[in-house]
């Protein structure tokens, strides 16, 4: 059985910032499930039995190998798509605005993620990961308040 298609799965995901008005922001690569070249924020699964507070932490140490400073929930999407091989997929998503420290961040899956930046609301890469603008709408007010 696979999350998100034979059951509804629930992530993490995760708008990591400075502080200082820049978000990072990650261009997936191939090996990952879906949304190929795309930009988008962070996220991963939450397993079982583990907190999403705890998924948060770990899913940030895995893919940028830095630390936590503070979180903000944003909130919860419903996300339903249809995936590349015409199947229906649904994950809840707990949403988070996460402050990391800058210096310390550094691309820890190069085979997922082709290239890591930094960008600001204004100034956001092409192509987006089709939830971006979903995310940006839903929370941009909370997102630029420090």
């Known amino acids: 059985m696979k999350k998100g298609v034979d059951f509804t799965g629930v992530s993490v995901v995760f708008y990591c910032h400075d502080g200082q008005g820049n978000i990072l922001m990650s261009k997936r690569t191939n090996k990952t499930r879906d949304e190929h070249d795309r930009w988008g924020a962070g996220g991963g699964a939450i397993k079982f039995h583990e907190k999403a507070e705890d998924a948060l932490r770990r899913e940030i ?86």
């Open 61 to 146: 140490k895995e893919e940028y190998d830095t630390d936590v400073l503070s979180f903000d929930f944003l909130g919860f999407r419903n996300v339903h798509k249809i995936d590349e091989e015409k199947r229906k997929i649904h994950w809840i998503a707990l949403d988070f605005k996460v402050l990391v420290d800058r210096e310390k961040v550094i691309n820890n899956v190069p085979e997922e993620h082709a290239e890591i930046g930094w960008f600001t609301l204004n100034n956001l890469p092409n192509p987006l990961h089709s939830q971006m603008p979903i995310f940006l709408k839903k929370y941009k007010k909370r997102l630029v308040a420090k």
